[in-house]
C-alpha cells in the first residue's frame, strides 16, 4: 500500500494539518511509505475468532454517579490562558457570514 | 549523599543531620551545575520548591509524620499538569501553557510531602525513544554526552542517572520509563494499567499510557509507587483495587519463584554482549533461589507493527484539541477558522508528531479502519493473550529491556523504524496493559545495559520484590557516571 501526494493531503486536511512545501510532503511520503510497509506483515496474522482489544481492562464499564452538582467551572481561571477571549466565550475567525 | 536511598534521606532529615531546605538547596545547587551539560530539565521551580521544602520542614519539626516521602526533593516529567507552572510536553504547542489545575499524580505526590525541582525534559508528547524530539532540544545521557538517554522520558531518566535528583516521574506508552532507566543505568517502572491516575497527565494513547517513577533503587520506587497508585474518580480507566502496599513483600526469599524466559526474546537478533549482561543476572537470580523456564510469546513479533498502528490511532484523536482556541499555540492573523486549526496545529507540532498524527488519521479513516486498526486491535488481544498462558506458568517474564545501549545523538534520526525497533521488548507489556520494570544489569563499553521483569496484572509486588533482592548481591544500580561525583 503506496501513498500517494493526494493520500497525504486528504489525510492531511483530515487532521487539519497544513504541509508547507513539497519537500516535507516528499520527505513525509517516504517516511509514512517505510512505516506502513512493516505494517503489510499484520496481515498473515490469524486473527479469526478474535475480538478486537480496546483497552487492557477486561469488563470495565463506565460508573455512572447521581445527578447532583459536585463541581463547578471555574471560568475565569480556565480562561485566563485563552488567546481571546470575549464576554466569557472564545474568540475564533468568523465562521458564518 | 548522592547515593542515599529515599529511605536514608528520610532517616538523615528526621535525625535532623539537615533539614528539607538544605537538601533541596544541595540538589538544586547541582541541578545548576550539571544540567546544562545534560539538558534534562525544561523547567527548575526553585521559589516553589524551596516553599514546598520550608513546609515540609515544619512538619518533620514534630516529629509524627511518618511519609518517608516528606521533604524529598523530586522532578516531574513535563507531562504532568503543575497548577500555576509551565507544563510543555516538550511542544512548542504548550510553550505559553500555563496549567490551571494539578494532575492526580501531582497533586498526591505533594500531598505526601515531595518537593518538587522542576519539570523535565522529555519526546514532544511522548512521541520518542531518545528524547531527540523535544522543541527544547535534546537530552544527554550522562554517561556519555554524545548519546542520547533513552526517550520519551529522557530527562527525567539523565537527572537521576546524573544524581542531580533522587527521583522522578515518567509516562510510560510503549516503553518510555522503562527504556531511558535501562540506556541510563537507573531503576524504572512502570505499574499495570489503571494503577495511577491518568488525570492531567497529557493524553498521548489513553488505553497505553501509564504514569511510572524513577529512582537509583527498587525500594525507592516502592515508596513512591505506594504513594502515587490509587482509585481517582477523575479517571474513568482508574482501576478500584484494594490499597497496595508495594513495599511489603520486597524482602521476601526468592525461593520457589519461577521467572519465564520467552525464547523471542534471546532470538539470534539479541546482541550477544546483552545476552552475556542477561545471563550473567540470571546466575545470580539462580543463586537466590529462582527456576528459570523457557516461554513463548508467539504474537510478540507483532508489536511493533501493532503499536505503530494503535498508539499513532489513540494520538491522533487525543491531539485533536489542539487547536489554537482555548490554550496552547495560535498562529498569526488567522485567515478563517480552517487555517487557524492548520497553522496552529502544524506550526505549533513538530515533525515526530504530525508524523503520528498523519499515521493514526490514516488507520482509521475510511477504507483502511477494519484493515489496520481492528486487525491491530485483534492481534493486540492475541498478544494479550499469550502473556496470560505465559504468567500461568511463572510468576514473572525477564529479558532485556532495550535491543541496544545508548546510541549516538543523530544516530537514528533518518531511520525511524530503526529508531522505533527500540521498543521490541517493552510494547508488548503496554499493550497487554502488564506492569514492568528495568534494572541495571551491567554495562557493555561504559554504557548501562537494564535487566526488564514483566510482571502479572497487579502484580507490582512480585517484581519489586525480585529486583530488591537482586540489587541486594549486586551494585549495578549503585554506579554513576564519574563526571558527575
Known amino acids: 500500500m503506496s501513498l500517494t501526494n493526494k493520500d497525504i493531503e486528504n489525510i492531511a486536511n483530515l487532521a487539519k494539518l497544513k504541509l508547507t512545501d513539497q519537500n516535507e510532503m516528499e520527505s513525509l511520503k517516504t517516511k509514512l511509505n517505510d512505516l506502513f510497509e512493516i505494517f503489510d506483515e499484520l496481515q498473515s496474522a490469524n486473527t479469526s475468532n478474535i475480538s478486537p482489544m480496546a483497552h487492557p481492562i477486561e469488563g470495565m464499564f463506565q460508573k455512572i454517579r447521581n445527578d447532583e452538582i459536585t463541581e463547578s467551572v471555574d471560568r475565569e ?3 485566563s490562558i485563552a488567546p481571546e477571549t470575549e464576554a466569557g466565550l472564545y ?3 468568523t465562521v458564518i457570514e | 549523599m548522592l547515593n542515599k536511598s529515599i529511605k536514608e534521606l528520610a532517616t538523615s532529615l528526621r535525625n535532623k543531620e539537615f533539614s528539607s531546605v538544605e537538601l533541596t538547596k544541595f540538589f538544586l545547587e547541582r541541578i545548576k551545575q550539571h544540567d546544562p551539560k545534560l539538558n534534562s530539565f525544561i523547567t527548575i521551580t526553585e521559589d516553589h520548591a524551596l516553599a514546598q521544602a520550608k513546609q515540609a520542614d515544619k512538619l518533620l519539626e514534630n516529629n509524627d509524620d511518618n511519609n518517608l516521602l516528606r521533604g524529598i526533593p523530586i522532578a516531574q516529567k513535563d507531562i504532568f499538569c503543575t497548577k500555576g507552572i509551565k507544563t510543555s510536553c516538550a511542544s512548542k504547542m ?17 500531598n505526601a510531602g515531595t518537593v518538587m525541582l522542576g519539570k523535565t525534559n522529555m519526546d514532544e508528547f511522548a512521541m520518542g525513544s531518545s ?30 542517572a546524573a544524581r542531580i535528583i533522587p527521583a522522578s516521574t515518567g509516562t510510560d506508552t510503549g516503553g518510555s520509563v522503562r527504556q531511558p532507566a535501562a540506556l541510563c543505568g537507573i531503576t524504572g517502572i512502570k505499574p499495570t494499567y489503571g494503577r495511577v491516575s491518568r488525570y492531567g497527565m497529557i493524553a498521548f494513547a489513553s488505553s497505553l499510557d501509564q504514569a511510572g517513577v524513577f529512582a537509583t533503587n527498587a525500594e525507592d520506587c516502592a515508596i513512591l509507587l505506594n504513594n502515587m497508585a490509587g482509585h481517582d474518580p ?24 519461577k521467572i519465564g524466559l520467552p525464547k523471542e526474546f534471546f532470538s539470534e537478533n539479541l546482541s550477544p554482549e546483552i545476552h552475556q549482561v542477561i545471563e550473567n543476572a540470571i546466575k545470580e537470580l539462580e543463586k537466590l533461589g529462582a527456576t528459570f523456564k523457557e516461554v513463548t510469546l508467539p504474537n510478540s513479533k507483532h508489536s511493533i507493527p501493532v503499536y505503530y498502528i494503535v498508539a499513532p490511532a489513540e494520538c491522533s484523536s487525543n491531539l485533536s484539541r489542539f487547536d489554537g482556541v482555548r490554550y496552547g499555540y495560535r498562529c498569526e492573523n488567522p485567515q478563517d477558522l480552517d487555517d487557524l486549526y492548520k497553522r496552529s496545529r502544524s506550526e505549533g507540532f513538530g515533525s515526530e508528531v504530525k508524523k503520528r498524527i498523519l499515521t493514526g488519521t490514516y488507520v482509521l479513516s475510511a477504507g483502511y479502519y477494519d484493515a489496520y486498526y481492528i486487525k491491530a486491535q485483534k492481534i493486540r488481544k492475541m498478544i494479550a493473550n499469550d502473556f496470560k498462558a505465559a504468567l500461568s506458568e511463572v510468576d514473572v517474564i525477564l529479558g532485556p529491556t532495550s535491543p541496544n545501549v545508548a546510541f549516538k545523538l543523530g544516530e537514528k534520526a533518518n531511520n525511524p523504524v530503526s529508531m522505533y525497533l527500540n521498543d521490541i521488548y517493552t510494547s508488548s507489556v503496554n499493550l497487554a496493559g502488564l506492569p514492568g520494570m528495568s534494572i541495571p544489569a551491567g554495562f557493555i563499553n561504559n554504557l548501562p545495559v537494564g535487566l526488564q521483569i514483566i510482571g502479572n496484572y497487579l502484580q507490582e509486588d512480585k517484581m519489586l520484590n525480585i529486583a530488591h533482592k537482586y540489587q541486594q548481591v549486586t551494585d549495578w544500580h549503585q554506579k554513576m557516571p564519574s563526571n558527575f561525583e
Open chain 1, 91 to 93: 474568540l475564533v475567525p
Open chain 2, 131 to 160: 528524547n531527540e524530539n523535544s522543541y527544547y532540544g535534546p537530552c544527554h545521557n550522562p554517561w556519555d554526552l554524545d548519546r542520547v538517554p533513552g526517550g520519551s522520558s529522557g530527562g527525567s531518566a539523565a537527572a537521576v
Open chain 1, 77 to 79: 481561571n480556565l480562561q
Open chain 2, 234 to 257: 477523575k479517571d474513568s480507566t482508574s482501576l478500584n483495587t484494594e490499597p497496595t502496599d508495594f513495599c511489603k513483600n520486597l524482602n521476601n526469599s526468592l525461593e520457589g519463584i
Open chain 2, 94 to 110: 504548550l510553550d505559553n501553557f500555563i496549567s490551571p489545575y494539578n494532575a492526580t499524580t501531582v497533586e498526591k505526590l505533594n
